[in-house]
């Protein structure tokens, strides 16, 4: 009975993610079958004209996600080898209390807060990195001069950059509580074994912990970089959509996916209704293979990993 109800449950979860993505083809289908290869290589969105296509979206969401990862990651990861290694027994389990109501935070809340707040701040950090590495095209921002002091900041607010580093902030609970307990999960013998041939406990967490940990960390970055991929208020609230391909992450103006279907999802008709689900059924693929990809990961760092030790 037990293998039973736990193949069933199984079964279960499986089922509903072939009817989701079944339901996304079925309501898609119309135009796909209009816009076909197209879809995914036109920047426009215009489906009552027939020319419509994710190319934009989909460059601004990766976008998007890879700059949260970015910032995401490594906080995520010393504040995992913080609590596992470092804090004392009588806060660690309020920190890991902590990080774990980060995660519960809706994003609406996120997304306010980047726009009204966090957004102001960052445009000087925006402004620096152009004038100093502005020679990096992903860092280069058009229609400003670095040499003016007067010059106005609304070309670096609503930014790829903005967006990402809000999303970071979303994610980064997800990859501390996965990198976390697989850290914990290190062997305490290896661990000894590195105290009494002389290793400070850097020197321990270096020749153990990581290298028993490199499975959990990579999974938990691609977990965070799924969710990362999927965000909708928090970027529909901070960027100026735009549907061009936008490279430059500190410029005014990106888009993604998501924030695609929220804001056109009211006004769509019959075909732009399709459109919007052909576009949901991008992501949801997406993010199924980087989830999919993500859980193998963890699942196998977690039993049987070993370190280098």
Request: neutral net charge; aromatic residues 10%.
């Amino acid at each position: 009975m037990f293998r039973g109800v736990l193949r069933g449950g199984g079964g279960l979860v499986l089922a509903i993610m072939l009817l989701v993505g079944g339901f996304l083809t079925y309501r898609a289908w119309q135009a796909l079958s209009v816009a076909k290869w197209g879809f995914v290589t036109t920047e426009e969105w215009e489906p009552e004209a027939g020319n419509f296509g994710i190319a934009a979206v989909l460059i601004g969401t990766i976008l998007i996600a890879m700059v949260a990862i970015v910032f995401a990651v490594p906080m995520a990861i010393g504040t995992a080898l913080y609590i596992s290694e470092y804090a004392p027994a009588r806060i660690r389990q309020t920190l890991i209390s902590i990080v774990d109501l980060m995660a519960a935070v809706p994003s609406v809340v996120y997304g306010l807060w980047g726009l009204f707040f966090f957004q102001g701040h960052v445009v000087t950090l925006s402004r620096w990195l152009s004038t100093y590495l502005g020679w990096i095209p992903l860092f280069k921002v058009d229609g400003t001069d670095p040499n003016d002091p007067l010059a106005t900041a609304t070309v670096f607010t609503s930014s790829t950059f903005i967006a990402g580093m809000v999303v970071s902030l979303m994610v980064a609970p997800i990859i501390c509580s996965v990198v976390r307990e697989v850290f914990s999960q290190a062997p305490v013998g290896e661990r000894e074994g590195a105290f009494a041939l002389g290793a400070n406990r850097w020197g321990m967490i270096r020749s153990v912990v990581l290298p028993f940990g490199k499975g959990g960390m990579i999974g938990g970055t691609m977990l965070g970089l799924g969710r990362a991929l999927g965000e909708t208020i928090a970027v529909y609230l901070i960027i100026s959509p735009v549907f061009v391909i936008q490279p430059h992450i500190l410029q005014n103006g990106t888009s993604s996916v998501a924030s695609l279907i929220a804001l056109r999802y009211a006004e769509a008709s019959s075909f732009s209704m399709s459109a919007l689900m052909a576009a949901g059924l991008a992501l949801f693929l997406m993010t199924l293979v980087v989830n999919f990809a993500a859980s193998s990961i963890v699942a196998r760092s977690r039993s049987g990993a070993t370190s280098d030790s």
